[in-house]
């Protein structure tokens, strides 16, 4: 069988102001003769990288701005309304905007969370010029472990970025995708769960509930290469089953579970007492 290479960044559990973030994957990068397959993950967005074309998605929206991007002469095509096939360029979503997409060859599909970037005035997809794409690649630089600091530099000034949130609703956030009920949240930060709502939909603009959902997902991705299964992968993050991380994948990222990473991997966690560690099995 051919060699599968899984190299993965892991987080240390700590505490901070209060609540208790859990060690985990933050990370990771499989690579299989010549396709690789990306994934990274931090509070403000999250970074998917394949070198593989992808047919064309079922139609898709979710709470988060969408930078497609083409890489090495490989092109995007998205069906929103109109279509519209980028060469050189990238394409920005707003969050909650429906559309297909399928890619010619390699691309990098850059997820802005929506509370912490500005609210869209329009649901109209933007192309970007082929200078500001190239800077947010370079920026990247998926090659060499992706940057994401620096790319959320280079997407300050393309998106805008919000001030601080109510401290309560930011609270409500980071909660989110171990809550297993809104109003329970809404109790611990002092609030009825009606008022939690509008001050979502007025500083966000997305319903809490797409907004844990979404959450989960990324969770449920980045460990997706430990768990035997995608059951397990759904469990980690949170879903009820594996069902319900499935439907949520088709509906928010227009693919399945098994379509986000090369199939037959190694199933064998890295060494948690190490940040990175390098997996290679026959």
């Known amino acids: 069988m051919e060699d599968t290479a899984l190299e993965a960044t892991w987080s240390v559990e700590h505490r901070h102001k209060g609540s208790r973030h859990h060690a985990g994957p933050t990370s990771w990068r499989l690579e299989r003769g010549h396709g690789q397959v990306s994934f ?18 079922a139609p898709h929206a979710h709470p988060a701005w969408t930078l497609l991007l083409p890489v090495d002469g490989g092109s995007v095509t ?37 509370w912490r970037w500005a609210r869209a005035e329009s649901l109209r997809p933007r192309i970007l010029g082929a200078g500001a794409a190239r800077r947010v ?12 600091s620096a790319v959320v530099a280079e997407l300050t000034p393309l998106v805008g970025r919000v001030g601080p949130i109510d401290s309560r609703l930011a609270f409500v956030v980071e909660s989110l995708p171990a809550a297993d009920r809104l109003d329970a949240l809404a109790a611990e930060v002092g609030m009825s769960p ?4 509008s001050i979502a939909q007025q500083e966000i603009g997305v319903p809490l509930t797409l907004l844990r959902l979404w959450s989960r997902l990324a969770r449920a991705i980045l460990w997706l290469p430990y768990g035997r ?8 993050a949170g879903f ?10 088709r509906r928010f990222l227009g693919r399945t579970p098994g379509d986000l990473s090369l199939q037959s991997l190694a199933h064998r966690p890295p060494n948690r007492r190490r940040h990175t560690e390098v997996v290679r099995v026959a």
Do not use: I, M, W
């Open 194 to 197: 009606s008022r939690l709502r």
């Open 229 to 236: 299964t995608a059951a397990a992968a759904a469990a980690a």
């Open 137 to 148: 690649l370079d920026a990247l630089d998926v090659d060499n472990g992706t940057d994401l």
């Open 78 to 114: 998205v069906v929103a309304g109109d279509k519209v096939r980028v060469h050189d360029d990238g394409l920005l979503l707003p969050p909650q905007s429906q559309y297909r997409a399928a890619t010619d060859g390699p691309h990098v599909a850059v997820y802005a969370n929506a």
């Open 240 to 249: 009820a089953d594996q069902a319900h991380f499935t439907r949520t994948a």
């Open 40 to 57: 990274t993950r931090c509070a403000e967005l999250s970074v998917f990288a394949e070198t593989r074309s992808v047919r064309v998605s």
